[in-house]
């Protein structure tokens, strides 16, 4: 967590956590977000909600990269 680390006792903004998220592939940040929307479940809700019938989040960070037997993704 190459950007959360340097913050644990300010905290950081919706904004910053995108921002770490996306540039610095930080997973903390990552699952930070995750958490303000309710996890992934909600996540793949909510893209289902939206039309988008294919795209699923089952993991946090980092086990989403995971590819297991059976495996419904």
Do not use: Q, Y
């Not at 903004?13 to 992934?40: F, H, K, Q, W, Y």
């Amino acid at each position: 967590s190459p950007v959360t680390e340097k913050h644990l006792t300010d905290g950081m903004t919706v904004r910053e956590l995108c921002s770490a998220a996306i540039t610095m592939s930080d997973n903390t940040a990552a699952n930070l977000l995750l958490t303000t929307i309710g996890g992934p479940k909600e996540l793949t809700a909510f893209l289902h909600n939206m039309g988008d019938h294919v795209t699923r989040l089952d993991r946090w960070e980092p086990e989403l990269n995971e590819a297991l037997p059976n495996d419904e993704r």
